[in-house]
């Protein structure tokens, strides 16, 4: 049956935000002295919250101090300089407003913080399009834990079976499966679909305009 509601990721799903993170957490590294990655770099580096972001990029650091003091860095530089790169994947305008035409139920969660998924939802997308709108907060613990997903099929009230999740990381894929949705892995994103297919993804789409047939099989 046709699904009743699209849960989607935002980093490398939605939006393409990987330059104005790289920039803003280079700018951190540089400022505490230690070494910057590439870009292509933190496409390893991303999905998994700030936190894990800046431990991988301290090589795997144990130090909480530094990290905190990262993220409290990032969090100033990247507050000004969001969106000086980031912008939508080609297609996903078109593909939102299909599907709010075909008035399928749509929402965000992400391990980007909550202020930040917030701001970029409502710079590039209508308001009233994604509803929740869920970023990592002390309320919602980052994935793949489920806490955010149950917490979003309830206010959407529907099943989990009714429900696709969309994203572009091994992460997500083990969010939609310990909650039940229909793992879908988008190839326009930061991650291979090796790492898609090894975390569960019933299918991987290579353009956003591949989505629709698969919600409404």
């Not at 935002?10 to 790289?22: F, N, Q, R, S």
């Not at 230690?34 to 894990?52: A, I, K, M, N, Y």
């Not at 969660?109 to 590039?124: A, H, R, V």
């Amino acid at each position: 049956m046709p699904y009743r509601a699209v849960v989607f990721d935002l980093d490398g799903t939605l939006l393409d935000t990987l330059p104005d993170i790289a920039d803003s957490a280079n700018k951190v590294l540089k400022e505490i002295g230690s070494p910057t990655h590439t870009l292509d770099e933190f496409r390893f580096l991303v999905g998994e919250g700030v936190q894990r972001l800046f431990t991988k990029a301290l090589h795997n650091t144990t130090s909480t101090l530094k990290v905190d003091r990262c993220v409290e860095l990032f969090r100033t530089i990247y507050r000004q300089e969001w969106n000086v790169s980031t912008k939508p994947f080609a297609g996903i305008p078109e593909l939102i407003h299909e599907l709010s035409q075909r008035e399928l139920k749509l929402a965000v969660l992400s391990n980007k913080p909550q202020e930040f998924t917030t701001i970029c939802i409502e710079e590039y997308f209508s308001k009233e399009v994604f509803e929740p709108i869920v970023g990592q907060s002390s309320q919602t613990p980052p994935k793949p834990d489920p806490s955010g997903a149950q917490a979003i099929l309830q206010k959407l009230g529907v099943e989990p079976g009714e429900t696709a999740y969309v994203g572009d990381s091994g992460v997500d894929m083990q969010t939609a499966c310990r909650v039940g949705m229909y793992p879908i892995g988008v190839l326009w994103g930061y991650r291979p679909k090796e790492e898609l297919i090894e975390n569960g993804a019933a299918v991987c789409i290579d353009d956003p305009v591949d989505l629709l047939p698969l919600l409404l099989k």
